[in-house]
């Protein structure tokens, strides 16, 4: 059992090394899932943008999407998500299995597009984040109107325009596309369409965004110009001739699965159907896939259990893989082995257990600074556990995300950092550059998000 906790096999493995296979081989009706992130700053338009969508798409009626707009008019932009969960997602919810931050999806030609809520909100930057780390793409929504474009650029001093584009960036989002909405309020004129390009295109360069991962499209949210047809508006299509939104999200690439990774299922609920005497878990698979019949490790325990069943969707199935969300059941094994946090894996190849993590981290809107000592709950996909800061190695440039100064004493708001941290018991973990999903950390304390990070390096159990 000591092995499997020190020996991380799965890295020593070429087969699995060159690991990353995009998920064009998935039956079919199953099509490819991209998790969009839409982000920008708050009232740039993202709560209508997402609404219209998904009232073009078919998703939700007209009467739904009014009263959405509604309520986010009254909550000050509340979360969209609580008031579109479609009957699908209640569903799951009720089944337990994990959820995605979004709840709202839509198909396009290509893809199946899983909408992650990031309302613009202050408030909202842990959801904003948790958005950022899965997505796979996103939609940065601009306001084009007069000094609001401006606002959020600089506004608050910080515009949250800058904020969130950096932090996707930092997250590994590679491909953007900036929706420059309200165009109706300046007219669809191109030269504002062309100044804001100029001007937030040369910060997103210096954020690390490539100029040919960047598309940029004109759009009305709420005039319905440019979103999944070429815009009615004839001054617009003069000028424009590039595509709508829902084209331009095809045209994206798509996102690299683990299918052919060790499987990876970190648990997030467990089930005893006492009637059948077996038990059941849910969450998404991350990596790999899993077979009916087939033996599985649970961590950290180091047990071997069979498959019984899988259900994906609501059905039966004989296999799940990277992106899935899934109930299992499982035979020969004891639930005490079971919890919410372990990771079922295969069976040669156990993901790493840790109690001491290297992570960089953001420090989000804090009252008291974190120091040496600091005493926090980490939060790792479904696992928590107590915690304490033991190093804070270096602090980081916000932009850059470079080395900006040697060990600083505290770590304040919206400072970036390198630290280490204990765990008072292991949790299953791997760093964030090998498996997004179990490599992504919240710190929290008294009841509120203090930090978000990734795990940028796993210590051996026994050193
Ligand atoms: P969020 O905070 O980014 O989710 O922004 P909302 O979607 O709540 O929109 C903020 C305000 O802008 C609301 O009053 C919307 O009706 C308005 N709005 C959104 N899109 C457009 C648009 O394309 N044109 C105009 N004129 N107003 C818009």
């Known amino acids: 059992l000591e092995n499997k906790f020190t020996e991380n096999k799965g890295e020593s493995q070429d087969e699995y090394k060159s690991g990353k296979v995009a998920v064009n081989d998935q039956e079919p009706g199953n099509q490819n899932q991209l998790n969009l992130a839409i982000v920008g700053h708050v009232d740039s338009g993202k709560s209508t943008l997402s609404g219209r969508l998904l009232h073009l798409l078919g998703r939700i009626s007209k009467k739904e999407m009014h009263k959405n707009e509604k309520e986010a008019k009254e909550k000050g932009k509340g979360s969209f998500t609580y008031a579109w969960a479609l009957d699908e997602s209640n569903e799951e919810r009720e089944r337990g299995i994990t959820m995605t931050v979004g709840i709202a999806y839509f198909n396009s030609k290509k893809y199946h597009v899983v909408l992650l809520d990031s309302p613009g909100h202050k408030d909202f930057v842990p959801n904003m984040i948790s958005g950022a780390t899965q997505a796979d793409a996103a939609v940065l929504v601009v306001d084009a109107s007069m000094g609001s474009f401006e606002a959020g650029m600089n506004g608050n001093g910080f515009g949250q325009t800058k904020e969130h584009a950096q932090l996707i960036r930092s997250f590994g989002v590679e491909q953007l596309i900036v929706a420059i909405n309200k165009m109706d309020l300046v007219d669809y004129k191109k030269e504002r369409f062309d100044s804001i390009k ?114 994906r969707n609501s059905s039966p199935c004989n296999a799940a893989s990277a992106g899935d969300n899934v109930g299992i059941s499982l035979h020969g094994v004891d639930q005490i082995h079971l919890i919410p946090g372990g990771v079922l894996c295969h069976p040669d190849y156990p993901v790493s257990v840790s109690r001491r993590l290297e992570l960089k981290i953001l420090v989000l809107d804090i009252k008291m600074p974190i120091i040496i000592g600091s005493q926090v709950e980490l939060h790792i996909h479904h696992a928590k556990e107590a915690a304490r800061v033991v190093k804070i190695i270096s602090e980081l440039d916000q932009k850059t995300g470079k080395v900006s100064k040697g060990a600083p004493r505290v770590l304040k708001s919206k400072q970036s950092a390198i630290v280490e941290v204990n765990l008072e018991r292991p949790v299953c973990v791997e760093e964030f550059s090998r498996c997004k999903a179990l490599g992504r950390a919240f710190l929290r304390s008294a009841g509120n998000t203090i930090a978000v990070g990734i795990v940028t390096r796993v210590f051996p159990l026994y050193i």
């Open 198 to 311: 100029v001007q937030l295109g040369s910060f997103l360069r210096s954020c690390g965004f490539k100029e040919s991962c960047i598309t940029w499209i004109p759009i009305s949210a709420m005039g319905n110009q440019n979103l999944v047809t070429a815009p009615s508006d004839a001054y617009l299509s003069s000028w424009y001739q590039g595509s709508c939104l829902l084209n331009a999200i095809d045209l994206l690439q798509p996102p690299l699965r683990d299918v052919s990774k060790p499987l990876r299922l970190p648990i997030c609920d467990v089930t005893k159907l006492h009637t059948l005497g077996f038990i059941a878990v849910s969450g998404k698979v991350e990596a790999g896939v899993v077979k009916n019949g087939s033996q599985v490790l649970l961590m950290p325990s180091g047990e071997i259990a069979t498959i019984r069943s899988i259900e």
